[in-house]
């Protein structure tokens, strides 16, 4: 489990994702389902059943209407709805955040734990100064933040790329590729079709490999200038170097990681459309020919 001090990193860093605006009809459903609203009508039924009488129930259809038509409209209780919204995003958020942390693996782990630390370091060689500065010092802790957990996003997204290429072997892709190849010219026309569908898809997934090991290069460049980047920013804080300079460093930094999260998100889409690409080159014929067509080789593996 992750240790407790370093939660506030990971916690906080929610405040950087976006939020959700509550819309006309979030507002009805929250001030119908409001706890004290159900009690009311709770009470109203209980009322009108041991007095055996419809018109409580009348009343409070009446009362209830007023209700819906004036409370979701409240300023105040907006705000409110607005505060549960935000603490269920936010707990949501957390709760994804602490996953993606325990799937890593435990090298991975120090590497992120070991920069929670660095991370801790500035803000405390920061804390010391006058309050004047710490509207700026509250703005870099909120980049620290978005790094951290950007870093953990990128940590977890690699762990996917080396599962992916553990189970996938080039060498017999390309391997089956050729063997089929060479069979073109003796099969028969649906048998051929077929295979060339088949030489299609390999040869697609052999290219697909490349580039996932070719992104695994990028994400690994990336974290290394994430961690070098934040330990600069550890040193030059404890020289209490202006904060606002500090905080320039790590937008630029930002910038540098948004554009390889890019680039993480299209392998991505990748992982997602691979198990559905054959039925993107149309459906396969079917015919009795088909079983006299030679067996795959035990060199090809599952997506």
Known sequence: MPDESDAPFRDSSV???GRS????????????HWQYNLIALGATVVFAALSASAL???LAGGLELIYLSTIPHNKRFQRLVRSWRFAEERKSHELKINQMWQ???TDARSRYDQLVSVCKAVDANYSSLSSA?????GQMHDKLQGMLEAYLRLLYADQQHIDYLRTTNPTAIKREIDQLQQKLASESPKVKVIDQQRIEILTK??????????????????????????ELIRDQSVTMRDPQQVTGQLEGLLQSVEQTEDTVKQVEDIFETAQNEADTLGPLPSDSTISNSAPRTTGRVRN
């Open 15 to 17: 405040s950087g994702t």
């Open 103 to 105: 799937q890593l693996p």
């Open 205 to 230: 997934r052999a290219e697909k490999f490349e580039k996932i090991r070719e992104n695994r290069q990028v994400i690994a460049a990336q974290c290394g200038a994430i961690e070098d980047g934040l």
């Open 56 to 58: 409580p129930l009348i």
């Open 133 to 137: 500065s710490q509207m700026l010092v």
């Open 21 to 32: 605006e509550p819309g006309a009809s979030d507002f009805l459903k929250a001030a119908f």
